[in-house]
């Protein structure tokens, strides 16, 4: 038997074979679990349906595990109504449900944090955390007894990393907001966790410049190592299975104790040592 046999849930958050959300997936279907994936919602007039296909190219390569595809705006209460009746009526309940989506406009996100806007704030805020709430209240009627959901966030929510500006302040909420749901929902059996993702290179981090922080995570982890998709999808199959049962209302970091360093360590030392060389 596999860690995932006989599970089912949902997979809110694939964008291309890039995102954070697909890798879970897989290492998910990889041990027999059967998903349910959304997909921003195409324009009307856009009859290439460009961001269904981006996704079903994920989801093609494992017919076998999975269920339904279908459209997913979080600012919009009938959409989140929609996927769950879906849910429920392919599975009757979920073991799991993956929230990995957030959004900032450039234009805020490139501001200094004090000066992000009225409007750019709230959007950001109410996809980036009210939505875990939103999803976990809509799903609360269909969770199995022992279900597990797990979010994406980020360092930067508790240290100021500069550059990610409003959507450090969006992640802290996050963080937030997954503990009280954790809370909420336990008396259920229900565990509600956040995995700290180290950069990786996906479509919206490219927007925080989480490419470039790559060399400083190797050059100041206490492993010396930056994380890849594979660790993130695995760790984050690992906090969606009963494998975690026991971790709930906790922000589970991989990023190879880049987090734990209280000085720039090594890296200072190679620093002295160019210096005096
Ligand atoms: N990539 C990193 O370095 C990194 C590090 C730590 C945390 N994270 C977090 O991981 C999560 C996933 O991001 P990713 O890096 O895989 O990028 P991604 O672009 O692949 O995923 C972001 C997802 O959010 C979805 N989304 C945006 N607005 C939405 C809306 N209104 N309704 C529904 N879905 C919406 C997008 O469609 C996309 O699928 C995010 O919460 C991100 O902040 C990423």
Not at 35 to 48: A, I, T, V, W, Y
Not at 142 to 154: E, N, Q, R
Not at 183 to 201: C, E, T
Not at 214 to 229: D, I, M, N, Q, R
Request: proline content about 4%.
């Amino acid at each position: 038997m596999a860690l995932f046999t006989g599970k089912k849930g949902l997979i809110l958050g694939v964008a291309n074979n890039f995102s954070i959300a697909w890798h879970i997936a897989r290492h998910i279907m990889d041990q027999e679990g059967v998903c349910g994936f959304s997909h921003l919602p195409d324009k009307p007039d856009d009859e290439r349906k460009k961001m269904r296909m981006r996704v079903a190219k994920c989801t093609d390569t494992y017919p076998d595990n999975t269920k339904f595809l279908m459209p997913l705006d979080v600012q919009k209460d009938e959409d989140i109504a929609a996927i769950m009746a879906k849910a429920k009526e392919q599975f009757g309940t979920i073991d799991f449900l993956l929230h990995s989506i957030a959004f900032a406009s450039l234009e805020d996100l490139e501001k200094d944090t004090i000066a992000c806007s009225r409007a750019g704030f709230k959007l950001a805020m109410e996809i980036s955390a009210y939505s875990l709430l939103a999803v976990c209240n809509a799903a609360r009627g269909i969770f199995s007894p022992k279900a597990a959901v797990l979010t994406l966030t980020y360092f930067g929510g508790e240290k100021i990393v500069p550059g990610y500006n409003v959507m450090g302040v969006c992640k802290a909420a996050l963080d937030s907001c997954m503990k009280y749901a954790a809370f909420d929902l336990g008396p259920q059996g229900v565990r509600v966790n956040a995995l700290s993702a180290g950069p990786l290179k996906t479509l919206a981090s490219s927007a925080v410049g989480a490419k470039s922080m790559e060399p400083l995570y190797t050059a100041v982890s206490p492993a010396g190592k930056a994380v890849t998709h594979e660790d993130v999808g695995r760790i984050g199959a690992f906090l969606l299975s009963d494998m975690s049962d026991g971790i709930t209302a906790e922000i589970m970091h991989v990023d190879y104790g880049y987090n734990a360093m209280g000085s720039p360590g090594r890296m200072l030392d190679r620093l002295e040592a160019a210096k005096n060389s």
